[in-house]
């Protein structure tokens, strides 16, 4: 077979045009209300596919992944709020450089608070993973679901970032094309690891993790990895969520939102992109399709009928909608040259 | 550390090796040495701890007492990934293959240590081909899930895949375990063949005739002793083993 490298690139590239495109000409015209829930389906897509690769790819089940979104979101807020209000000569000096390439200083600013997010997410990620990755299946979701109420409870705690009143005034940097871009960034760097040697340990440490031992993987190693990317762009995707709702408020990272995020995970399918997209979407435009159930029952029937939703879906596609199976005209598997 | 015992075509020497699991002692105080381009099996009754020692040589868990040293070195109570690198392959009980990846993913797995490092550039493709052609079945498959094979090519997978990490020493666990009759023929005689290309073979079987008219050497192990030991030849005609495990 004959490597089609540039094929691959133009079809994810093409996604990022189209974005761009969008972004200038038609995301304006779009209702609020809507945009709204497209740009909730865009972090959700981030979430729920760097979720999939801890739980579906690497098998380990994590249950603190609002803990790292929250992580970078308050990292991420904290840099362009609190950091640009105390010292003004920052932002005089970032405005006064008129940008770089169309970019303006504050895009800069922004995609630098991103970058910081993720990383500070990622240390979160490496300092849970490292004791904890060696506990296996429910031991493992219990001390990530405590790391998740332990970063809620440390944010509540902090007044520098908001304490309990949360932190206001974040500056509206999320546009539609940088979230989306961020988004098919998401999906193309864990499907390119996924289908790498390093990912290729990954599912193996899934499959059969003494086997995996056996052939020389580094088990820890990998699993920390796998949760230290996943941390990364859950941080990032915090970042967005940040810089869109532009107020965070530790409530909003609670164990519900790790559910939310599993939910979209299994729901999908435990190992396949494309299902985790689908799910993300699904379920975040659901629950405001459901919402005029209210005006006609005069009762919330919202959580009903998803939760029933959600049962009939396990009950009779108990691996998700599409298992591991895959979008192939998209996520090609690279080709290779051995006869 | 070096270790003086042994003699310089010594590859794999135990001393005085002891595991336990918990409170229970699965091996007691067993000592033998693999030389350079033999095969020597391991015999025994189920719980004998064959499996157990050829688990404490590939690092999967840990010595309690004693020592095992490759080439002179000692392994004991290294991590198991610490240990491929120094080309012991493992192909592990019960198969241990990946069933959702496909047999070329299995394959390219066996050859993780090799990732990344000169060895793989100059040899990868060479290894491959080599297991394709012990296995021409692998290669016919190799776009398929390892969990659509038969037991027979799984078994071929896991010692391809071992085979892929280009081992000095490979251990062999009960390769011959629930397969048709000419399929462990054919795996013994492959064996033979890797063995005939210059690497060491550790052999765990149950199917003790078999197992010893391929060997060198054979070890009889009896509830985590060494029970009998000696050139294969030699148990093939001693009494107590014709008794006790061929059957006559």
């Not at chain 1, 979720?51 to 979101?73: D, E, I």
């Not at chain 1, 009762?299 to 009779?316: A, E, G, H, K, P």
């Not at chain 2, 310089?8 to 336990?20: C, E, G, R, W």
Request: charged fraction near 15%; proline fraction near 3%; include cysteine.
């Amino acid at each position: 077979m004959k490597p089609h490298g540039l094929q691959t690139l133009w079809v994810w590239l093409l996604p990022v045009a189209v974005i761009w495109i969008l972004h200038f000409f038609c995301v304006s015209s779009i209702e609020p209300y809507y945009f709204t829930i497209l740009m909730y389906s865009g972090i959700n897509i981030i979430l729920a596919v760097s979720l999939n690769l801890v739980n579906g790819f690497t098998g380990q089940f994590s249950m603190g992944h609002a803990g790292f979104m929250s992580v970078g979101g308050y990292v991420s807020a904290f840099l362009t709020t609190v950091l640009f209000e105390k010292y003004p000569v920052l932002s005089t000096a970032l405005t006064a450089h008129h940008g770089w390439a169309g970019w303006g200083a504050s895009d800069l600013v922004f995609l630098g608070s991103l970058l910081m997010g993720g990383l500070g997410a990622s240390v979160a990620g490496y300092l849970v993973g490292l004791p904890s990755l060696r506990l296996k299946g429910d031991y493992l979701a219990i001390v990530t679901l405590g790391f998740g109420e332990i970063i809620r409870v440390l944010v509540l705690n902090i007044d520098t970032i908001g304490g309990a009143r949360g932190l206001p005034n974040i500056p509206p940097y999320t546009t539609f094309g940088i979230l989306f871009t961020f988004v098919i960034f998401t999906i193309f760097m864990v499907w390119r690891l996924v289908n790498s040697a390093h990912g290729r340990a990954f599912l193996s440490v899934r499959e059969d993790e003494t086997a995996a031992e056996a052939m020389g993987v580094n088990t820890t190693q990998a699993k920390v990895r796998a949760f230290v990317l996943g941390a990364f762009f859950a941080g990032v995707a915090g970042g967005l969520f940040a810089h869109y709702l532009r107020y965070l408020n530790p409530q909003t990272f609670d164990f519900n939102k790790s559910f939310e995020i599993i939910i979209m995970v299994v729901l999908g399918g435990m190992g396949s992109i494309t299902g985790s997209v689908i799910a993300a979407i699904f379920l975040t435009v659901i629950r405001e399709a459901l919402r005029p159930l209210q005006t006609y029952t005069h009762v919330d029937f919202r959580m009903v009928i998803y939760s029933l939703l959600l049962i009939i879906l396990m009950l009779t596609r108990p691996n998700g909608l599409l298992g591991t199976k895959e979008f192939t005209w998209f996520f090609r598997k690279k080709g290779r040259s051995i006869s | 550390m070096q270790l003086h015992n042994g003699t310089p075509n010594t590859a794999l020497l135990i001393k005085n090796v002891s595991v336990h699991y918990g409170a229970i002692t699965a091996i007691r105080d067993v000592s033998f040495e693999v030389k350079q381009g033999e095969i020597v099996t391991l015999i025994g009754c189920n719980g004998a701890g064959k499996t157990t020692l050829l688990k404490a040589i590939s690092g999967l868990i840990k010595v309690s007492e004693g020592t095992i040293s490759f080439k002179g070195d000692i392994i004991s109570n290294t991590p198991a990934h610490e240990i491929v690198k120094r080309k012991i392959c493992h192909a592990p009980e019960g198969r241990g293959i990946f069933l959702n990846l496909t047999v070329e993913d299995n394959l390219d797995l066996g050859a993780w240590t090799c990732k990344g490092t000169p060895i793989q550039k100059t040899s990868y493709q060479q290894d491959l081909e080599q297991v394709f052609s012990f296995f021409p079945r692998l290669k016919e498959r190799r776009k398929q899930n390892a969990g659509t094979l038969s037991g027979g090519e799984q078994q071929m997978l896991a010692i391809g895949r071992a085979l892929m990490g280009n081992p000095e020493l490979l251990l062999l666990d009960e390769p011959s375990l629930g397969l048709a009759p000419q399929i462990i023929e054919k795996i013994f005689e492959i064996t033979v063949k890797i063995n005939q290309l210059g690497r060491t073979v550790l052999l765990v079987e149950q199917n003790a005739l078999q197992a010893l008219q391929i060997a060198h050497h054979g070890i009889v192990l009896e509830t985590g002793k060494i029970a009998l030991k000696g050139k294969s030849s030699e148990l093939l005609a001693s009494d107590e083993v014709r008794k006790a495990y061929l059957g006559e």
